[in-house]
Structure formats: structure tokens, C-alpha cells
């Protein structure tokens, strides 16, 4: 067995952007495993350190050569692969190319069941991992993607990379490996900081390697997010109940823009605290990744927290530097905000006639109009007051406004939350003012609902119009493509009208078709219902589903009339719960109704006569009766546990009657009461569940 070594390759740059070295450093480890893999060489655990300038990964126990290999591969026998004058034959020489090599060099020998067959001899020597791996190095560097990013080219060279590469550290063992690209050598040094510890550093070996790059200043990323988490506690810890906001976006690019981190407070001017903190704080984390600072009261305050990659001994000057370029940006934030507090959002709204929704769905401002009229049509279903449904009208009507606002241009993020101030600038009032601000929640999974009920509307009203004119114009997601968020968008409206609304999609779907073809776009009515109805059915299936409901549950309630989703998901729980306590009931009902549902025939309507039913028909009918008017006023209740139980009291009378009773008698009269009987059956549970869902083999 060959011995083994740790290998280091680092490919040394100039400051990488932090999204590609996220994503490079993802790549590193599996280029190399494969490349590994397919040069036949051993190797342990790979990982990766990264930094700003550098992107390296350690191999543990490397093997210094590859494995030599003997084969010998049995072919056909001796009589099929020569013929009679001793020549290959196709057989023969077929076995060969395969085996890659020429039918001359196949041999004869005896196998264990006596015959003689003919064998392909392989061998593969032993190869130093030296050459593999120099080679190796280099395709690694060629093979890294940067998506979103062009590479640069330097030198006289044609190769690339994302940035230019200045040195490459590559070692096995204490032994250099020859790696060369785009006219760079590979040796036993690195780089340290390019302040602190500027110049090379001799690596000794891959084991030392994060020791040298830590006595040159430079941390891999684990390290850095460690030590900028401990600053940002420290700062907390100093400041009881403050909290310092810190997205995982911009943490993570905050992570790769430095190598020895400082963590540093500053300070803006006072002035910009009657800014929107939003924007103020968008663009602190966006334009100079700062992150802001909040009081114990969730209110911003003037601090923000700066990241440093410079020299410790100099912080007074880059907080004063950071402080002096902060104001600028606030600066244009305040002036955007401003600016638009001048014009009212009636005129704002005037302006989307000339922004473009979608080619086929006309204007930001037609959309706007649909919105309207949907959220008209649901304070109507949610039976929502006068008051507030006027509140909840001009929400609608003006919550697209601010897209057009100076500072909604610059901070997109923004969209609504804007609109929201500048609602409550102009007098709108609190409701108004909330529904334009939360109308896009929920915005993406775990994001907040919208607090209020103008909110809950405008966003129901909303999302339905993007839905309903998506699929009116035939651009409905696909496996692999959903552009405009539609699966998002539905669970958005099945999750709000199930907290916080209590109405059925179904109508609303109606209204926003009505709405898209009162615009003079065309369509068939009735089949993009049948479709939006049937795709927002199949996300609350899912949301069902992933709640822990089993899928013939599901697909049972589903098959039933009930649609508001509040209902829908209570009966899919009340139902699972009711098989799980007493599952022999409810597997022997499902059966029985299946049969039943099988043999109703929809074409004989009417009661059934009672005087021509026997003692089993008249106990189930009046079973039937029971359990119609206990489902009946289950249902009004939304008691859906008793609506169960009142359908599950069935089962027994149902049992019996086709022990008792043939169906299909050759007495037409009685055979078509007795399926008049069986229909007002199927009918009963029809308005609950198809039971009959429970019985399908899974």
C-alpha cells in the first residue's frame, strides 16, 4: 500500500468579489475529489480556506502513487474465438478491442469447469502522484464556474479567472508541486495581509499552513465569522437591549471582504433618524455594508457597526473615514424621501399607465385597477364592515403607488413599505397605510403575514391577480420554471385566508377573471378557473400534506365541497385523527362506500320510496336521515370532529345492507329505489369527504 501525504493548493489573487467565492469555494472540493477519483489516486478528507484573496483547500493523506493493476479478463471460449486454422475471429477480436488491446496478445488458459477460454492480460503500473497532481492543479483553476461574472485575462497568456492570479502555493508533503497557469509558477509560499503582514510567507508544509497565514493576519472564513460575531456580542453586551441587525446576505459578504477583522462602531448625524429607517438602513447595508444598530424599543439608532480589514492600531481614522462616508449616502436617501413626500400618491398612481406589469396583462395601473375590484369582492365574502372596507378599497387603490417614487427607484427592496409612510404623510390613516405597506407579504417561506385586514385583503386581492393572469394568457409555472413566484404567491393566499380571512378562494378566482376580462383580454372563462382553482387547490394539498396528514386523507376532503381553506385544512386534521383512534371503522366504511359510490347511478334521481325497502334498507335510510342533518349542522358549526363521527355512525346500517340486500335486483322498481338509496348516500358524504379515497391501496 503507498504511503500517503497532505496536499495544499492555493491559488493566491487579487481580492475576489464575495458571491463567486462563495460559490468557488463550494466548487474547489469537488473538482479536486473527482479529479482525484479519476486519476485512480487515494486521498481523505478535503477542505477548503478561503479569504479575499485566496482559495485553497488541504487534502488529507494523499497517496504519493496510484495503485498498480493486474487483471486478467476471461473472453469466449478457445473453439468460438480462433477457427479452424487458428485465426481471431470476430468473437475473438471484439473481446480484444474491448479490453483495449490488439487479438494477437490474448491468451489461452484452462478454467475451473475444465474449458479453455481466451484472456485479456492488463496491467497498470504504478504512477508518482507528482505528475497527476501538477496536471490537476492546473484543470482545477480552468475548471472553476463563475457565473454572473467575467473572467480576467493578464499577462500574455490566454487562460482566465475571476480575478488575476498572483501566486499559487502548491505542496505535497514539504515537496513544491509543479503547477503553472496563465504564466504564474506554483511554489512554497503564501501571502499575508496586505497591511499587517504584507510579503511572502514560507509554508513548510500543509500542516502549518493555517498557522503561517494566522501569523501573517489573514483567517479562513469559519475564523472571521467567528471573530466578527464575538465583536458584534461584545457591542450588544455594552448597550443592554440593543440589537445589531446583521442579514445573512450581507453578513456573509461582510465574511469576504476582510482577512483580520476589527469590529468598529460608528456614528451618523442625527438628522437622518427622521428618515424612514428602512431606507436609511438599506442603504447602510446595501451601498457600505455598515450594520445598523436598534434601541430596546426596535427604534434605529445613530450607531452602526463597521467591519475593518485595516491595521487595529488605526481605527479612530476609519471610523472617522466610514462616518465622513456614510452622510453622502444618507444624505440621498433623505433627499429621495423628501422629494416624493411633495407629490401625493394619487399622482404617483397616475404614472403607472406607463410602467409595464407584463406584455399581455397591460400596466402597472390596470393591474392596480384589478386589484380593486378583487378586494372589493372580498370584504364582501369576509363580511368585513363598512369602515374598513372602504379602508381596505383605497389600499387597494393605492398600493402600487410608490413604484414610481424616487425612493423606491433607488431602494426596490422598499416597494410598499414606502407607500406606507407616504399614505400616512398624506392622512391616510393607520389601516390604509398598513395595507400598503404589508400588501406583498408574505413575501417569501416564514415571512410574516400582513398584521392588519386592509393588509390581508390587498395581498389576497394581489396575489390572486397575478395568478388568475398568468394562467388567462397560458403562462402557467412549469416543472422547472415559475417566474413570477406563483406557487409562493398561492400559498400566500391560502395561508392568509386560512389565519386571518375564512373564505373560500374559489369566488375571488371568478371576480379576478371577471376583472381581467372587463380589460378586453381573452380567454375561456371557464377552463382557466377550472385550472387556477385546481392549482391552488394543489398547494393547500401540500401544505396539508407537509402538516402531517397522510395523502387518502387529503385526497378524501379534497373530493368533498369544502374549499375555504380554514375548513379545508380543520376537516383533513379531524378526519386523520378520527382513522387514527379507531381505524378498523373507518377502513371497513371506506370500502362500503366505494362499493356504494360504485354502483350510484347519477341518472336515477328522487327519494327513495321507503315502502318498498326491507329491514336493512329502512335502518340504513334512516341512518341516511341522522347523519344528513348531524353532518348538516356539523358543518354550520365547523364542528368537523362531529360531522365525522355523524358519518362514521354509517357504517354499521351500510354494512348490513349489502349483507342483506342485492342491489342490482332483476326488479327494476326495487333495483332502482335501492340505488335512489345509494346515491342519497354518496350525496350525504359528498358534502364532507369521499371516504372511499380511504380504501386505495397505497
Same mark, same amino acid.
Given at each position: 500500500m503507498a504511503s500517503t501525504k497532505d496536499f495544499l493548493f492555493e491559488i493566491g489573487t487579487e481580492e475576489m468579489p464575495s458571491a463567486p467565492l462563495i460559490n468557488a469555494s463550494k466548487q474547489l472540493p469537488k473538482l479536486l475529489a473527482a479529479g482525484l477519483a479519476a486519476a485512480g489516486l487515494a486521498h481523505g478528507d478535503i477542505r477548503v480556506i478561503s479569504s479575499p484573496r485566496r482559495l485553497a483547500a488541504i487534502v488529507s493523506d494523499v497517496a504519493t502513487e496510484t495503485e498498480a493493476v493486474h487483471e486478467s479478463l476471461r473472453g469466449p471460449k478457445t473453439q468460438i474465438a480462433f477457427d479452424g486454422d487458428g485465426n481471431p475471429t470476430k468473437a475473438a477480436q471484439g473481446f480484444a478491442r474491448k479490453c483495449g488491446i490488439d487479438a494477437s496478445e490474448l491468451t489461452r488458459a484452462v478454467a475451473e469447469d475444465g474449458n479453455e477460454y481466451v484472456f485479456a492480460e492488463k496491467n497498470v503500473p504504478s504512477v508518482p502522484a507528482m505528475p497527476i497532481l501538477s496536471a490537476l492543479g492546473h484543470d482545477v483553476i480552468a475548471q472553476i464556474e463563475w457565473p454572473n461574472y467575467r473572467s480576467q485575462r493578464w499577462g500574455s497568456e490566454h487562460e482566465s479567472f475571476v480575478r488575476p492570479i498572483r501566486w499559487i502555493c502548491a505542496l505535497l508533503g514539504e515537496e513544491v508541486v509543479p503547477v503553472e497557469y496563465a504564466d504564474v509558477t506554483s511554489g512554497n509560499t503564501t501571502r499575508g495581509h496586505r497591511v499587517l503582514s504584507p510579503g511572502e510567507h514560507v509554508v513548510s508544509d500543509p500542516s502549518a499552513y493555517e498557522d503561517v497565514l494566522e501569523a501573517a493576519h489573514v483567517l479562513g472564513a469559519e475564523r472571521r465569522a467567528a471573530v466578527?460575531?464575538?465583536?458584534?456580542?461584545?457591542?450588544?453586551?455594552?448597550?443592554?437591549?440593543?440589537?445589531?441587525?446583521?442579514?445573512?446576505?450581507?453578513?456573509?459578504?461582510?465574511?469576504?471582504?476582510?482577512?483580520?477583522?476589527?469590529?468598529?462602531?460608528?456614528?451618523?448625524?442625527?438628522?437622518?433618524?427622521?428618515?424612514?429607517?428602512?431606507?436609511?438602513?438599506?442603504?447602510?447595508?446595501?451601498?457600505?455594508?455598515?450594520?445598523?444598530?436598534?434601541?430596546?424599543?426596535?427604534?434605529?439608532?445613530?450607531?452602526?457597526?463597521?467591519v475593518s480589514n485595516a491595521d487595529p492600531a488605526v481605527s479612530e481614522t476609519v471610523i472617522s473615514g466610514n462616518e465622513r462616508v456614510v452622510r453622502p449616502r444618507l444624505d440621498d436617501a433623505k433627499f429621495f424621501y423628501e422629494e416624493d413626500l411633495k407629490i401625493s400618491l394619487d399622482q404617483f398612481r397616475e404614472r403607472l399607465a406607463k410602467v409595464a406589469f407584463q406584455k399581455d396583462l397591460g400596466s402597472v395601473l390596470a393591474k392596480s385597477e384589478r386589484i380593486e375590484s378583487i378586494a372589493l369582492a372580498l370584504t364582501h365574502e369576509a363580511r368585513i364592515g363598512a369602515k374598513m372596507?372602504? !379602508?381596505?378599497? =383605497? $389600499? @387597494?387603490?393605492?398600493?402600487?403607488?410608490? &413604484?414610481?417614487?424616487?425612493?423606491? +427607484?433607488?431602494?426596490?427592496?422598499?416597494?410598499?413599505?414606502?407607500?406606507?409612510?407616504?399614505?400616512?404623510?398624506?392622512?391616510?390613516?393607520?389601516?390604509?397605510?398598513?395595507?400598503?405597506?404589508?400588501?406583498?407579504?408574505?413575501?417569501?417561506?416564514?415571512?410574516?403575514?400582513?398584521?392588519?385586514?386592509?393588509?390581508?385583503?390587498?395581498?389576497?386581492?394581489?396575489?390572486?391577480?397575478?395568478?388568475?393572469?398568468?394562467?388567462?394568457?397560458?403562462?402557467?409555472?412549469?416543472?422547472?420554471?415559475?417566474?413570477? !413566484?406563483?406557487? =409562493? $404567491? @398561492?400559498?400566500?393566499?391560502?395561508?392568509? &385566508?386560512?389565519?386571518?380571512?375564512? +373564505?373560500?378562494?374559489?369566488?375571488?378566482?371568478?371576480?379576478?377573471?371577471?376583472?381581467?376580462?372587463?380589460?378586453?383580454?381573452?380567454?375561456?372563462?371557464?377552463?382557466?378557473?377550472?385550472?387556477?382553482?385546481?392549482?391552488?387547490?394543489?398547494r393547500m394539498q401540500q401544505m396539508v400534506r407537509d402538516d402531517g396528514v397522510s395523502a387518502d386523507t387529503v385526497a378524501a376532503v379534497s373530493a368533498g365541497s369544502v374549499t375555504a381553506p380554514d375548513d379545508f385544512f380543520a376537516l383533513a386534521h379531524a378526519l386523520e385523527d378520527a382513522r387514527a383512534n379507531d381505524p378498523e371503522t373507518f377502513e371497513n366504511l371506506a370500502i362500503a362506500f366505494a362499493r356504494a359510490a360504485h354502483l350510484a347511478d347519477a341518472s336515477i334521481v328522487g327519494d327513495a320510496d321507503e315502502s318498498l325497502m326491507g329491514e336493512s334498507e329502512l335502518s340504513l335510510a334512516k341512518a341516511l336521515t341522522v347523519a344528513r342533518e348531524g353532518v348538516s349542522s356539523a358543518l354550520e358549526a365547523k364542528e368537523y370532529a362531529s360531522a365525522i363521527s355523524a358519518l362514521a355512525a354509517v357504517r354499521e346500517p351500510l354494512d348490513a345492507f349489502f349483507a342483506d340486500v342485492m342491489v342490482m335486483d332483476e326488479d327494476q322498481t326495487l333495483r332502482e329505489n335501492r340505488l335512489r338509496l345509494l346515491g342519497e348516500l354518496v350525496a350525504v358524504f359528498s358534502g364532507v369527504a369521499n371516504i372511499g379515497e380511504l380504501a386505495r391501496k397505497k
Open positions: 466578527i460575531r464575538e465583536g458584534i456580542s461584545a457591542i450588544e453586551a455594552a448597550r443592554p437591549g440593543c440589537r445589531v441587525e446583521t442579514p445573512k446576505k450581507t453578513f456573509d459578504e461582510v465574511v469576504n471582504l476582510c482577512e483580520w477583522p476589527t469590529v468598529l462602531v460608528g456614528k451618523f448625524d442625527e438628522e437622518f433618524l427622521m428618515v424612514p429607517h428602512e431606507i436609511i438602513c438599506e442603504s447602510m447595508l446595501s451601498n457600505q455594508r455598515y450594520f445598523p444598530i436598534f434601541d430596546a424599543e426596535g427604534n434605529l439608532t445613530r450607531e452602526f457597526v463597521i372596507a372602504a !379602508a381596505c378599497a =383605497r $389600499a @387597494a387603490h393605492l398600493c402600487k403607488a410608490d &413604484l414610481v417614487s424616487s425612493a423606491v +427607484v433607488e431602494f426596490t427592496s422598499q416597494q410598499g413599505v414606502m407607500g406606507g409612510y407616504y399614505a400616512l404623510a398624506a392622512g391616510e390613516g393607520e389601516d390604509v397605510a398598513e395595507g400598503v405597506r404589508d400588501h406583498y407579504r408574505p413575501r417569501f417561506a416564514g415571512d410574516d403575514l400582513p398584521e392588519g385586514t386592509c393588509g390581508c385583503v390587498v395581498a389576497v386581492a394581489d396575489k390572486l391577480d397575478t395568478i388568475a393572469g398568468m394562467f388567462a394568457i397560458g403562462e402557467p409555472p412549469t416543472g422547472s420554471k415559475d417566474p413570477y !413566484a406563483l406557487r =409562493r $404567491a @398561492a400559498i400566500g393566499v391560502v395561508t392568509i &385566508l386560512r389565519d386571518r380571512l375564512h +373564505v373560500s378562494y374559489e369566488p375571488l378566482v371568478a371576480v379576478a377573471l371577471e376583472a381581467l376580462s372587463d380589460q378586453g383580454i381573452e380567454f375561456d372563462a371557464e377552463k382557466v378557473a377550472a385550472d387556477v382553482n385546481s392549482f391552488i387547490l394543489g
